[in-house]
């Protein structure tokens, strides 16, 4: 149990278009789900927590108009990057909260994006 | 907020030796400490976690252990392989709310 899917894998864009990657949780209801950016060879770094129902909380630094999201049911969150550039290529990661006493959190395979 | 700093950043062992990660938090009210696998390009994977009512648990060759008092968890992987290389991630969390905060990672590289 306790699986996260994310979709697409891998995209490539052109500079100035819109990209959604979905995050699901197949098996079990996320009321919490997070979204990460990792960049090579470092640490995950969280950009907002979407809640289920309620407006996104987003870190500081990153850009809520940017980089929308939307928490629509309990097993799906999406991730547009709006009007993507260069400098918004990476791997992005969701991950999906379980509750099960403590809090389990488990992630998703990740989506590579590239912006030409 | 939370603060988890882990070290060392990168490790080197020979294939059979051990490897021992070290994280510290700095919240108190922290009670949830997974520890997560990462191989390169793919998702980092739970491999063990320890709650703030224990103080060790033990999983095959992987263990961890938790010092409350003193604010700070280890991994301890014993007889490592070649396949334990990968980069590893502490994190530190509360059950009573969502937010996970995660340390640097640590890249173990296990020389055959």
């Known amino acids: 149990g306790a699986v996260v899917s994310q979709h697409p894998s891998w995209v490539i864009c052109k500079s100035g278009t819109s990209v959604k990657i979905e995050c699901r949780s197949l098996?079990?209801?996320?009321?919490?789900m997070f979204w990460y950016r990792q960049f090579p060879k470092q640490s995950l770094m969280l950009m907002a927590t979407?809640?289920?129902?309620?407006?996104?909380?987003?870190e500081q630094g990153v850009e809520k108009d940017k980089f929308l999201i939307n928490h629509a049911s309990l097993t799906l969150s999406t991730l547009t990057v709006t009007s993507a550039h260069p400098e918004d290529s990476s791997f992005y990661i969701c991950?999906?909260?379980?509750?099960?006493?403590?809090?389990?959190?488990?992630f998703g395979p990740g989506t590579r994006l590239t912006v030409l | 907020g939370e603060n988890v700093e882990q070290h060392p950043s990168t490790l080197s062992v020979q294939e059979g030796d051990s490897a021992v990660i070290k994280c510290t938090y700095s919240?108190?009210?922290?009670?949830?400490f997974p520890w997560y696998k990462q191989e390169l390009g793919k998702r980092p994977q739970l491999i063990i976690d320890?709650?703030?009512?224990?103080g060790e648990k033990k999983d095959q060759r992987i263990a961890v252990t938790l010092n409350k008092t003193a604010k700070h968890f280890s991994l301890h992987i014993t007889e490592t392989q070649p396949e334990d290389s990968a980069v590893y991630f502490c994190?530190?969390?509360?059950?009573?709310?969502?937010?996970?905060?995660f340390g640097t990672g640590t890249s173990l590289t296990v020389i055959p």
């Open positions: 991950s999906a909260v379980r509750l099960a006493g403590y809090n389990e959190q488990f």
């Open positions: 098996d079990f209801q996320a009321t919490t």
């Open positions: 979407s809640n289920e129902g309620s407006k996104a909380t987003y």
């Open positions: 919240d108190s009210a922290s009670n949830y």
């Open positions: 320890i709650r703030s009512n224990v």
């Open positions: 994190a530190a969390s509360h059950s009573m709310g969502n937010q996970f905060y």
